[in-house]
T-cell receptor, first 114, second 112 residues
Framework: DAGITQSPRHKVTETGTPVTLRCHQT?????MYWYRQDPGHGLRLIHY???????DKGEVSDGYSVSRSKTEDFLLTLESATSSQTSVYFC?????????????FGDGTRLSIL | RKEVEQDPGPFNVPEGATVAFNCTYS??????FFWYRQDCRKEPKLLMS???SGNEDGRFTAQLNRASQYISLLIRDSKLSDSATYLC?????????????FGKGTKLSVKP
C-alpha cells in the first residue's frame, strides 16, 4: 500500500471551530489531493497541490484552505466548521498530475460537525 | 459539467456468476480511465487502469469504447470477497493539470 497517513482518523467538533486535517506521505510524490465523499455524490475534489507551496482549488473549495510547506505534508483547514462539512475526507497522491497516472488514497478521516 | 455516470445497483449475484458494470462519460477528450473498488468504510483502491481499448487482469476485464464513450468492467467467477462498490474514474486534462472525475459507484453483493 502507498505510504499515506491521515490524521486524525475520526473527529467530532462543534460548528464554528477551526479544524485541520493532516495528510502525510512517504512516497515523495509531487501531487497531493484532498477529496470529500458524501452519500449520493462521487468523490469531489476540494484542493490539490502540485508542489511545495503550489496549490489550487478543486470543485468544492469554498470554506476550505490548504497548505503544503513540505513535500510530505498536505494540510486541509476548515477555518470555521459548518454542519455541511460533515463528511469523510480522503487524501490522495500521484506521481504525475497529467491524469495518466492513478491516484492512491489514504485511509480517510471521518469528520462530524455538530 | 463533466459527468461520469454509473448504475448504482446494487447488483446481487451468486458466487461463480459473471457480472458486468457499465460507465458512461460525457467528455470525449478524456484520455485515461480507471476502475477502483471501495469496501464499506474504507478508502478507494485502484483495481485497474484502462489506457487503450481495454485490458485484463485475472478474473477482471475492462473495456473501453471511445466512440460510444463508455467503459465496462467484467468480473468472472465472482467471489464473496468481490463484494464492494466499484468506482469508475475518468481523467480530464485541463491546462497544465489533469483531474479525475469519479462516478458515484456501483455496489456489488456476492452471495453464497
Amino acid at each position: 500500500d502507498a505510504g499515506i497517513t491521515q490524521s486524525p482518523r475520526h473527529k467530532v467538533t462543534e460548528t464554528g471551530t477551526p479544524v485541520t486535517l493532516r495528510c502525510h506521505q512517504t512516497e515523495n510524490h509531487r501531487y497531493m489531493y484532498w477529496y470529500r465523499q458524501d452519500p449520493g455524490h462521487g468523490l469531489r475534489l476540494i484542493h490539490y497541490s502540485y508542489g511545495v507551496k503550489d496549490t489550487d482549488k478543486g470543485e468544492v473549495s469554498d470554506g476550505y484552505s490548504v497548505s503544503r510547506s513540505k513535500t510530505e505534508d498536505f494540510l486541509l483547514t476548515l477555518e470555521s466548521a459548518t454542519s455541511s462539512q460533515t463528511s469523510v475526507y480522503f487524501c490522495a497522491i500521484s506521481e504525475s498530475g497529467a491524469g495518466n497516472q492513478p491516484q492512491h488514497f489514504g485511509d480517510g478521516t471521518r469528520l462530524s460537525i455538530l | 459539467r463533466k459527468e461520469v455516470e454509473q448504475d448504482p445497483g446494487p447488483f446481487n449475484v451468486p458466487e461463480g456468476a459473471t457480472v458486468a458494470f457499465n460507465c458512461t462519460y460525457s467528455n470525449s477528450a478524456s484520455q485515461s480511465f480507471f476502475w477502483y473498488r471501495q469496501d464499506c468504510r474504507k478508502e478507494p483502491k485502484l483495481l485497474m487502469s484502462v489506457y487503450s481499448s481495454g485490458n485484463e487482469d485475472g478474473r477482471f476485464t475492462a473495456q473501453l469504447n471511445r466512440a460510444s464513450q463508455y467503459i465496462s468492467l467484467l468480473i468472472r467467477d465472482s467471489k464473496l470477497s468481490d463484494s464492494a462498490t466499484y468506482l469508475c474514474v475518468v481523467a480530464y486534462y485541463g491546462g497544465s493539470q489533469g483531474n479525475l472525475i469519479f462516478g458515484k459507484g456501483t455496489k456489488l453483493s456476492v452471495k453464497p
